[in-house]
């Protein structure tokens, strides 16, 4: 028994022998398999050019939808029913579509894939400048534009948390300007840029090139495109490659603010030109004075605001003046301040007789103001009155030294009530005091401005633009703003007169359309309401002149302006009444692609709106959102 017991022990031991080495095999297999899982893991986070999904979660809430690109376009599901989970954000930056806006005019070559960045990883690189003011302007720009990313970055909380989907990659911007001098935005400025981006190892690597800084601009505004918040990455994410060739079709593209009407704080025109930069429009027309209100304070004529504006809390300094043109040129925009005249002017200008200077305007607040004028109050300059001449080179000359705009000069020049100056010249044709207002105060510009007139003085269409008056202005120096409706025959006069011509239709481009009069007589109002469809489809240089189709372009149309007058419009509201409309015209008037409101249109510009919203203009939505979730329903 002894000995079949301790046979039976060197079995059990060495069976047991085998089992602790078949462990620890196993154990070794096991621990194989997971380094090998760790690095497949870690390789696939870290390879840059995988077109993977990106799985880490915002927040710590688990999203509730993912978005699959199939056939060229981005299809929701439950985050449950996918093993995929991708944001909206990424799958329409990856997707077919290329999510510019504008649309370039160029060629155009998007990547698919997407690498981490952070804000603090770029880095600018200025490669060629024309002056040291050049340089200065282009450092600010890019500082702006980081000033975006970092305010995406803030307001996701990411500060301070570490993407969880690879290290962040560094992107240098290396930028030359190989031409003007001039920051400014002017009437000869090459605007085109050319834009290519590349990976480089860990860096990404973005070219610039433009022959102006407004076009550099241009091009640091198309990058910024190509960068996006990730709720799902918990980072920023950017394409890893592109190519983009651009430059605009017409070379106005502008947007009036009415801040007479009602008055806009600062902030609201400040926010009003961001939105104008993300868009590439190049012009704020500055429709300051009207008869209702003039809130400008100048150093030249303050008695103007201290008689006409609405309060002390309602008036513009000439420091306000210096930060929105500060901010317009960081953003490649002209500030047009346009002081109307000679009719639409009103209380501010009724101050003459006590300074001994003589009534520097007639009619003013006159009943029934129907007789005189389109809307309450009435008012108009007095012709005769040599002052109003000398007050006008002085406001002309200020305006020109603040803005630093001296090549396009906008004198107003609209519905002038012939009945008011007859009551009181009764000895001449109204209508000639018109012309004989306008010499002169194209005299008085022309002193203001060291000599010189600018290259463009425009008045908006009037009775003085109607032949036979047309004719006796001098088209080497005027040009028309065209606010008549495109089917009006005196709008086409204009044009096929020849005469330099900024489009803003009221049948098209006017955005204070369709919300009722707002008094009980008279019309006051334009209707239907004006959507960004109408607006984007609007091309009367195709519609009304066919010529151009077949390259003949007899008529020279400079561009267009979309025209938000304020009657009904107060700060609260201002940024739904004008985007995403404007971007609408923005397109536009940049690309001027010959296709209407596609849904490829519908689709980036509801990617275009997230980045206004994101940038903290209120603009109004396309739709609801169902349709930004499932877009391709809803078209």
């Known amino acids: ?71 060229d376009r981005c299809e929701r599901f439950l985050a449950t029913e996918t093993p995929i989970l991708q944001s909206l954000p990424t799958c329409n930056m990856l997707c077919a579509s290329t999510q510019l806006w504008p649309q370039p005019t160029g060629p155009v070559s998007l990547a698919t894939a997407a690498a981490h960045v952070r804000s603090n990883g770029f880095s600018l690189q200025v490669v060629s400048s024309p002056s040291r003011e050049i340089k200065e302007h282009l450092t600010d720009a890019f500082n702006l534009m ?13 500060e301070n948390r570490r993407a969880s989907s690879g290290a962040p990659h560094d992107v240098v911007v290396r930028v030359a300007v190989n031409g003007t001098a001039d920051p400014r935005m002017r009437q000869e400025t090459d605007e085109t840029y050319k834009l290519t981006l590349r990976p480089a190892s860990q860096t990404l690597v973005v070219d610039i090139s433009a022959h102006s800084f407004v076009g550099a601009r241009h091009g640091f505004e198309t990058l910024s495109q190509l960068v996006w918040l990730d ?47 993300a868009c590439k429009m190049n012009t704020f027309h500055w ?47 002209r500030v047009l301040i346009e002081v109307d005249a000679p009719a639409h002017v009103g209380r501010a200008w009724t101050w003459g007789p006590v300074a001994g200077l003589g009534h520097l305007a007639h009619c003013v607040e006159v009943e029934p103001w129907s ?76 002193r203001a401005n060291g000599g010189k007139l600018p290259e463009l003085t425009l008045l908006w269409s009037s009775r003085l633009t109607h032949t036979p ?47 009722g009069s707002w008094r009980d007589s008279s019309d006051g109002h334009c209707g239907p309401y004006r959507s960004w469809q109408q607006i984007y489809e609007h091309r009367p240089w195709i519609e009304e002149m066919p010529g151009l189709a077949t390259g003949v372009e007899p008529w020279r149309i400079d561009g267009g302006a979309a025209c938000q007058w304020t009657e009904q419009l107060g700060s609260g509201g201002l940024d739904a009444r004008v985007w995403p ?51 391709h329903a809803c078209l």
Request: glycine share 6%; charged share 25%; net charge neutral.
């Open 287 to 333: 429709h300051v004075s009207d008869s209702q209100s003039f809130p400008l304070r100048l150093n030249s004529a303050p008695q103007l605001a201290q008689h006409g504006a609405y309060g002390p809390g309602a008036v513009y300094t000439t420091d306000d003046v210096r930060a929105i043109v500060r901010r317009a040129r960081l953003r490649g925009i």
């Open 581 to 631: 409309r404007t971007a609408a015209l923005a397109e536009r008037l940049w690309s001027d692609r010959a296709e209407g409101a596609t849904a490829d249109v519908y689709l980036r510009l509801d990617t275009q709106r997230t980045r206004l919203i994101a940038k903290g203009i209120h603009a109004a939505p396309l739709w609801p959102r169902w349709c930004s979730h499932n877009p």
């Open 146 to 158: 980081l000033e975006d990313f970092k305010s995406l970055e803030r307001n996701a909380g990411l």
């Open 371 to 446: 007789t005189y004028c389109g809307e309450p109050p009435c008012g108009q300059l007095n012709p005769r009155n040599p002052n109003v001449y000398a007050i006008l080179e002085r406001v002309y000359a200020e305006i020109i030294q603040l803005t630093g705009v001296d090549d396009i000069f906008h004198l107003g020049g609209d519905e002038v009530s012939e009945r008011c100056w007859a009551q009181h010249f009764n000895d001449t044709d109204p209508m000639d005091l018109w012309f004989d207002f306008t010499k002169r105060a194209m005299k008085a510009l022309e």
């Open 469 to 515: 008056y047309l004719e006796r202005l001098d088209k080497k120096h005027f040009g028309v703003q065209i606010w008549g409706s495109s089917r009006w025959p005196e709008s086409r006069a204009v044009l096929d007169a020849g005469y330099r011509s900024i489009l803003s239709h009221v049948d098209a481009w006017y955005l204070d359309c369709g919300f």
């Open 231 to 277: 709720p799902y990455a918990a980072s920023l994410l950017i394409l890893e490659a592109a190519t983009v060739e651009d430059g605009p079709r017409f070379r106005y593209r502008g947007l009036l603010l009415d801040t007479a009407r009602n008055y806009f704080p600062v902030s609201d025109i400040l926010r009003t030109i961001d939105a104008m930069g």
């Open 1 to 71: 028994m002894k000995s079949w017991g301790e046979a039976l022990g060197r079995s059990a031991s060495a069976h047991f022998s085998r089992v602790g080495r078949l462990r620890r095999a196993l154990l070794l297999l096991a621990a194989a398999a997971c380094t090998a899982a760790a690095l497949l893991y870690w390789r696939q986070q870290t390879d840059d050019s995988a077109h993977r999904p990106l799985h880490s979660l915002y927040a710590n809430v688990a999203p509730q939808w993912s978005w699959i690109c199939r056939n």
